[in-house]
């Protein structure tokens, strides 16, 4: 076999091979070079903790109240318990949406066509409690809880108190209570299924 015809072959051996692996194949001299999809994450040692944004547990409750130094501060019936995490990259979007798809949750049966998932808080005429809780953004540094990643304090108050009045003006002020900003908070419940959901606004904001 003269030395055209064996280089034909490894050509044609070359591009079957790269057909078989789905790749392009490589130009003479160029070396193969493997990218790595970029991911915002946190790192501690080893491990690693993906960052998202603003952070909702809703739980469809019978009845759920507050209670802070002994005091119940607010206490509604049947309707939606919202615990609310804030991330520290927050933006006014993740509020709307955060609003926006907690209010609209077909989280409740229809009476009337008997549909288990049919009907939001607001066709119920039902009642929403938001509670602030930091903690939703806690990862383990070993087995101590931390908690960098979530909104800082003073900042927080001010965007938190903002998204419960956006909850009030989209739905009824008298239907809309929440906890104790920043407090030593007691959280009743009776968790209505018990059905219980977890809303991220990742990738729905601006940022």
């Not at 907690?102 to 009337?112: E, G, I, Q, S």
């Not at 908690?147 to 739905?171: C, D, G, I, R």
Request: hydrophobic share 40%; net charge positive; proline share 4%.
């Amino acid at each position: 076999m003269c030395s055209i015809d064996f280089g034909i072959m490894q050509f044609q051996q070359r591009i079957t091979f790269n057909r078989e692996t789905k790749q392009r194949p490589l130009s003479p001299g160029r070396s193969a070079i493997v990218r790595h999809r970029r991911t915002n994450r946190v790192s501690f040692g080893r491990r690693k903790q993906t960052i998202v944004a603003m952070r909702a547990v809703v739980q469809r409750v019978a009845s759920a109240s507050v209670e802070v130094e002994g005091r119940t501060v607010s206490a509604i019936g049947p309707g939606l318990l919202v615990l609310v995490g804030l991330h520290e990259t927050d933006v006014e979007s993740d509020a709307e949406y955060i609003c926006r798809k907690v209010l609209n949750m077909r989280l409740f049966p229809n009476d009337n066509t008997g549909k288990t998932w049919d009907q939001n808080v607001m066709q119920r005429n039902y009642e929403v409690l938001l509670v602030s809780q930091f903690t939703l953004y806690g990862v383990l540094k070993g087995n101590k809880p931390d908690f960098h990643v979530a909104m800082p304090p003073n900042a927080a108050k001010t965007f938190y108190a903002s998204l419960v009045e956006k909850f009030q003006k989209s739905y009824r002020i008298d239907a809309v209570k929440d906890g104790v900003f920043g407090a030593m908070m007691k959280v009743n419940l009776v968790n209505d299924g018990p059905v219980t959901m977890q809303l991220d606004s990742c990738g729905q904001s601006s940022k």
